[in-house]
């Protein structure tokens, strides 16, 4: 029996939304009849969030802390027993954000129909990535869907509090560098040129650093807007360069050699690749089918194809290990874990414990680039305000020698 959403105008006259369960448009408005209720408008959930995620720039998904949260309730309720289509309508009932309860909702209609909750997801790529729909499908046959869930929400409850991590200790040395810049340009467009005024009744030259601050100041008294404008036009562009497929995959393969930035991201796409790949993998998924989706949550592109070409590899014969370890992005203790999950029959524990070894590794390695980013910064800003007083207070401490 499927879902759809409704929109009505009540007794008192005013629009109310909801969801009801029918078998047709017409039987909704029948029942929002029955109540009272005149129907403005009835769309099958399924359609209507298909529709949406066609439409909108982003795709129409869940976000990660919604995924995490209804994942994690999914899964205590099936564990504690209850049927599945019970446990979605519970789901449904606690959840407020509306996009949510529109898929959960066409989840357990479809599940009512006879299909089955890993076909249902497949409804809607947008919201459940081929990680999910891959470990939710061999739950189902396996007959352990309650286990895997819960292992399903331990991954998105972790990765959703990694990027808050990530997030939480870049925002202040991104916000100390937009005020830094802000202030020295405040500096050079509004204060600087009012002091400089004085030095007009100077004759003799002026130090050097004050000439430097005196032609900073007029260039972006001059050029600052069409600097901006040229700015933001280099953004744009970067923009639509990196949607091509052979920039952005120049761009990734740069970012690789880069000294730090390189390490960081070969080892938060090795993360990624091997806690991925252990959820398949103890979830009963073939070896093969495991690596082909793991692959995909592999950002950098160098990286992904890397795990295509050792996926092929693997098809023919070869061990993962050898096969991860001719790619040359993986780091060796990785590739040291799973063969040793190989040799001795434990790979998806050897590959949880890779990850668990890579995400720490990793963790220390952000907070190392923190911590000698936010005194440089501070050294930065410091500095350059210094040199704006030094350029101003030069000529007025030797204001004896140059005045007429």
């Known amino acids: 029996m499927p879902a759809f959403e409704y929109l009505a105008l009540n007794a008192a006259g005013k629009e109310e939304k909801g969801i009801l369960e029918a078998d047709t448009p017409r039987q909704v408005r029948q029942l929002l009849r029955n109540s009272d209720m005149t129907p403005l408008e009835v769309q099958e959930v399924a359609q209507k969030q298909q529709r949406a995620e066609g439409k909108s720039l982003f795709g129409g998904s869940l976000s990660t802390d919604d995924l995490a949260l209804m994942t994690r309730q999914l899964a205590t309720l099936v564990g504690a027993g209850s049927p599945l289509e019970e446990a979605l309508s519970t789901v449904v009932r606690q959840t407020e954000r509306g996009s949510a309860r529109r898929i959960f909702s066409a989840l ?60 939480t200790a870049f925002a202040y040395p991104a916000l100390l560098s937009v005020v830094a810049v802000a202030i020295v340009i405040a500096l050079l467009k509004f204060v600087v040129p009012n002091v400089i005024s ?139 874990l799973i063969a040793s999950g190989e040799g001795s029959g ?18 220390s390695r952000i907070s190392k680039m923190v911590g000698l980013l936010e005194p440089m910064l501070i050294l930065v800003m410091g500095g350059m305000i210094t040199l704006i007083v030094l350029a101003i207070m030069l000529p007025i401490l030797n204001m004896p020698s140059f005045i007429r």
């Open 346 to 363: 434990q790979l998806d524990s050897m590959l949880e414990r890779a990850a668990i070894q890579q995400e720490r590794e990793t963790q």
């Open 198 to 336: 004085v030095f007009e009744t100077f004759e003799g030259d002026l130090p050097q650093l004050t000439k430097i601050l005196i032609a900073s100041s007029d260039f972006i008294e001059r050029y600052g807007f069409t600097l901006l404008l040229a700015l933001i036009a280099l953004l744009v562009l970067l923009y639509y360069l990196l949607k091509i497929p052979a920039w952005k995959q120049r761009f990734h393969r740069f970012a690789l050699k880069l000294p730090l930035i390189g390490r960081l991201i070969r080892g938060i796409n090795t993360e990624h690749f091997a806690r991925t790949l252990s959820i398949l993998a103890s979830s009963g998924v073939p070896i093969l089918d495991a690596m082909k989706i793991a692959g995909e949550v592999v950002t950098n592109i160098p990286m992904r194809r890397a795990v295509d070409t050792a996926t092929v590899k693997v098809r023919e014969g070869m061990a993962i290990n050898k096969a991860l370890h001719q790619s040359g992005y993986f780091p060796p203790m990785v590739i040291y």
């Open 108 to 167: 357990r209609a479809r599940v009512l129909e006879g299909h089955t909750l890993a076909s249902s997801l497949k409804l809607f790529p947008s919201a459940f990535p081929p990680l999910y729909r891959a470990t939710v499908g061999a739950g189902e046959q396996s007959g352990h869907l309650a286990e895997v869930l819960e292992r399903l929400a331990d991954y998105t409850e972790n990765k959703q509090m990694n990027q808050q991590k990530v997030s």
